[in-house]
């Protein structure tokens, strides 16, 4: 029989590929996913008739113009974004001072009460992950998301996007 010893070496290679490839693997299921306007599912808040028949839900604005939105300089829209991220218009996507901070201040209150999700994370995660539940795992998905869509997007398609996902009430 041919007999092959394998050096600690070689091991560290071959594990090092499976590694990468794992990454590259979950990395491309990741952006497969985002393309030009996701499906719209529905909200969970409904309002139903007394024959139980929807109303409306908390996406019944999704994808149709709001007058308000055509003017991106609005003080309101503004004060959103300071809000919601700061710096918004300076990072790719990912805004890692806003993440460190929060990490920060969640490790101090020993729970949390800050979270570290930029404009761009929030517009992934209510497009194409409204139904997933808060893990590292999902803020991972919810940052390669972030990072992609900011290549292929400018900020103004993704705030516009965003503002119009999110829920301000009836």
Not at 97 to 126: D, H, P
Request: glycine share 6%; with cysteine.
């Amino acid at each position: 029989f041919f007999v092959y010893t394998f050096s600690m070496k070689k091991i560290i290679w071959i594990l090092g590929i499976i590694a990468l490839s794992s990454i590259l693997i979950f990395i491309f299921d990741c952006i497969q996913h985002i393309d030009w306007i996701p499906i719209k599912p529905y909200g969970n808040i409904l309002l139903k008739d007394s024959k139980w028949r929807i109303l409306t839900d908390k996406w019944t604005s999704w994808g149709y113009w709001i007058p308000w939105i055509d003017t991106l300089k609005d003080p309101l829209i503004q004060d959103i974004v300071s809000i919601e991220d700061a710096r918004f218009y300076t990072h790719h996507g990912i805004d890692i001072y806003g993440k460190l901070g929060s990490i920060w201040q969640n490790i101090r209150a020993g729970w949390i009460v800050r979270g570290g999700s930029t404009i761009t994370e929030q517009y992934i995660k209510n497009a194409y992950y409204p139904e997933s539940r808060r893990t590292v795992l999902q803020k991972i998905r919810e940052a390669i998301g972030a990072l992609y869509i900011e290549q292929i997007r400018t900020k103004e398609e993704i705030l516009t996007w965003y503002l119009e996902s999110i829920y301000f009430g009836n």
